[in-house]
């Protein structure tokens, strides 16, 4: 166990005490109408953590507060990790981003993209005009989709065939993948974007590639060497207590506590696309070591090169995710001058965006209302922490983007 903790003053790292007071201030709010049951935020500029605010409870029924060293599931910044732990494979020359992805998995020989109809009676699909992709996994252009989307017939396929938390009941990583490989694509390959289940299918190409479980892989060959000593896809009696409690959003507008949720014990599934639980310690870890371009501390996963290429756009014509006409992901809102790198979301149109963003900063978020970002302009890194799962948006991380730009005052 580590803990995250302040490290230098905020004006001597160039922020504002009085905007990071506003920024504690409006976050409290939500807390103070019931809207989240507490929240952890902290802002670090050249490494050094700068500001670190603990507020409310992490769970609300027995009155234990939130703390620097709670755990929080993470849910999709697990996909950010798992697009390193791949990339780690390609730098070693086991993995290409090129590599078709039957190659790794057989059962996604000629996939086929959906035409028409509703079920096995009607449907009707055509061969796809090219093979799924490594890349396409990353950038969530492989034409998958997730079961609890509502606005395609895909989706709709996927829920019947026990997708509707991108999981069939029962089933392991290994026997899931035969299930999206029986299920029509939205699009051609590399066409469109589309977030999706492509990290669980990622994370089952890095066991294969690699000949170790997803989870046994990320603790050797990720968490370890950066010093991410809570992070993984369960907990131990040890950690148990420090763990905190989910909620979701009632229909009065407060919270209530979504049940059944416990993490113990190591899963039958392990979700390169949201399986992960970690503390504020581990994601800031984690946040050093994109913000150092693949290093920390003397150990070096990737180059730098290879993480400029992971935090790069790399949608079709350099287009921002709304130009297909995307749901707006968790997190950027409208995401309007966001475009989409490996595992990661990227500004690439601040004047577009709609929240104050700098050119070139990335992250991503989790569907819990957790999220993180590194801007490399300004050497800065945020996150959030919160666990909350609400049934529609909200401003909050728009807030917290504005509120943490008003804070940087050089």
């Known amino acids: ?18 905007a990071l007071d506003r920024l504690d201030q409006h976050l409290a709010h939500y807390v103070d109408e019931g809207r989240l049951p507490g929240f952890l935020v902290s802002v670090a500029r050249g490494g050094r953590v700068a500001h670190l605010t603990t507020h409310g409870l992490r769970d609300v029924a027995a009155g234990l507060p939130v703390e620097s060293d709670t755990l929080w599931r993470i849910y ?30 057989p059962q996604f ?30 950038t969530h252009t492989a034409g998958l989709t997730f079961g609890f989307y509502h606005t395609h017939p895909v989706d709709a396929l996927y829920r019947a065939a026990g997708l509707e938390s991108s999981v069939p009941p029962g089933k392991d990583l290994t026997a899931t993948m035969e299930v999206y490989a029986s299920l029509p694509l ?9 977030y999706s289940v492509a990290s669980n299918v990622l994370g089952r190409v890095i066991e294969v590639v690699s000949g170790q479980p997803l989870d046994v892989f990320m603790a050797e060959r ?21 763990l905190a409690e989910m909620y979701g959003e009632a229909s009065d507008g407060g ?27 581990d994601v800031h870890r984690f946040m050093e070591f994109l913000r150092r371009r693949g290093e920390l501390d ?75 970002w590194v801007d490399p302009g300004r050497d800065l890194t945020v996150q959030f ?11 909050i991380f728009r807030d917290l983007k504005a509120l943490v730009h008003e804070a940087v005052a050089g």
């Open 1 to 18: 166990m580590a803990q995250l903790w302040q490290e230098v003053d905020p004006g001597e790292a160039g922020l504002d005490d009085k």
């Open 76 to 105: 999709s910044m697990t996909k950010p990790v798992t697009a390193v732990a791949a990339l780690m494979l390609v730098e070693e020359g086991r993995l290409s981003l090129d590599d078709p992805l039957e190659r790794h998995l």
């Open 109 to 138: 020989a000629e996939p086929r993209v959906y035409v028409s109809g509703s079920g096995p009676e009607d449907l009707v699909t055509r061969p796809a005009a090219g093979p799924i992709r490594v890349r396409h996994l990353m």
């Open 186 to 194: 939205q699009f051609d390959p590399g066409t469109q974007w589309n």
């Open 222 to 242: 990720v968490f370890r060497p950066l010093g991410m000593t809570d992070a993984g896809f369960c907990v131990s009696q040890e950690q148990a207590g420090r």
């Open 255 to 281: 919270i209530e506590v979504i049940p059944g949720l416990p993490l113990h014990g190591r899963p039958r599934f392990l979700s390169g696309s949201g399986g992960m639980v970690a503390s504020a310690h």
């Open 298 to 372: 003397g150990v070096r996963l990737l180059t730098p090169g290879t993480v400029e290429l992971m935090t790069s756009n790399h949608l079709p014509g350099g287009a921002d995710l709304r130009s297909f006409g995307s749901r707006p992901a968790h997190d950027e809102p409208g995401n309007e001058g966001v475009g989409f790198g490996l595992g990661v979301s990227v500004v690439i149109d601040p004047s577009r965006t709609q929240a104050p963003s700098a050119l070139g900063t990335y992250g991503w978020s989790g569907v819990a209302t957790t999220t993180f």
């Open 385 to 395: 922490m919160t666990q909350v799962r609400p049934k529609s948006s909200h401003t």
